[in-house]
């Protein structure tokens, strides 16, 4: 990774052993720093209010989904930048990562070659809408 300063990145995932298998992969870059972790869209909007993030890492379906508000979001994200994932690799997921503002949608399948240069390319302002 080229930044000096960690980057700082919130995983967001229902799933505890996805959220792990992030952080794990995340910890061996000297670059990134998990400043934090949520379980819901509940606990990912309360986290960012504590510490702002530079990029959040969010899962598109989790179960509080209902409770995701876009513009109360972007408001609170402001610079955050914010990359998607999900299992679902079609349009609908496509549409809805890109009605969240997210910089790109990441296929959880491929997350091991993605994740680190996706996270690199959110921080240097590279809009990537394609999915990966």
Same mark, same amino acid.
């Given at each position: 990774?080229?930044?000096?300063?960690?980057?700082?990145?919130?995983?967001?995932?229902?799933?505890?052993?996805?959220?792990?298998?992030?952080?794990?992969?995340?910890?061996?870059?000297?670059?990134?720093?998990?400043?934090?972790?949520?379980?819901?869209?509940?606990?990912? !909007? /309360? #986290?960012? +209010?504590?510490?702002?993030?530079?990029? $959040? @890492?969010?899962?598109?379906?989790?179960?509080?989904?209902?409770?995701?508000?876009?513009?109360?979001?972007?408001?609170?994200?402001?610079?955050?930048?914010?990359?998607?994932?999900?299992?679902?690799?079609?349009?609908?997921?496509?549409?809805?990562?890109?009605?969240?503002?997210? !910089? /790109? #949608?990441? +296929?959880?399948?491929?997350?091991?070659? $993605? @994740?680190?240069?996706?996270?690199?390319?959110?921080?240097?302002?590279?809009?990537?809408?394609?999915?990966?």
């Amino acid at each position: 990774m080229m930044t000096s300063v960690p980057i700082r990145v919130l995983v967001a995932d229902d799933t505890d052993a996805m959220r792990q298998a992030i952080c794990e992969l995340l910890s061996h870059e000297s670059a990134v720093n998990v400043i934090g972790e949520a379980r819901s869209y509940a606990e990912l !909007l /309360r #986290l960012v +209010n504590e510490d702002v993030p530079d990029v $959040v @890492l969010m899962d598109l379906y989790m179960p509080d989904e209902g409770r995701f508000n876009v513009t109360l979001v972007r408001s609170q994200l402001r610079s955050t930048r914010l990359l998607a994932m999900s299992i679902w690799d079609n349009e609908e997921s496509v549409r809805l990562s890109e009605s969240y503002g997210a !910089l /790109r #949608l990441l +296929n959880k399948a491929n997350l091991v070659s $993605v @994740l680190v240069p996706a996270i690199e390319e959110c921080v240097q302002g590279r809009r990537k809408t394609q999915h990966a």
